[in-house]
Every structure is written in structure tokens, then in C-alpha cells.
């Protein structure tokens, strides 16, 4: 997972919930909903979530030699 270790604008740290996020809205939470508990009220940060791509799955069968 390459997800973003600090937001791109305000620098607050964003990577270590990743994973309680994805977990949360796997089980049908809204995304919403559970950025707000998590203490993500800048839209900022908030789109660090929301416009997450996780493309690992894809690259890594293209290794460079």
C-alpha cells in the first residue's frame, strides 16, 4: 500500500489510518462518517481518503531490473 504518509497541503499525519478506514468502510460504514470520528475535518485531508488509488496490487508484477 503506497498510501500518503502526511497530507499533500496542511502536512497533518495521514497514513497511520489508513487501514482503520479502509476497514470501517469495507463493512459499509460511510466514509463520510468515519473520517469525521477520526478527527479529519479539513477537506484537505479528507480527500487524502477519498481520492486514494491503491494501485500496488497492479505495479508490482512490473518489477525493473
Sequence with gaps: MLVPVRCFTC???VGEY?????ERT???EDAGEV???LGFNRYC?????LGHVDLIDEILPY???
Design 35 to 37: 473520517l469525521t470520528e
Design 11 to 13: 502536512g497533518k499525519p
Design 45 to 49: 485531508c479528507r480527500r487524502m481518503f
Design 63 to 65: 518489477q525493473r531490473f
Design 18 to 22: 489508513w487501514e482503520s478506514f479502509e
Design 26 to 28: 469495507s463493512k459499509g
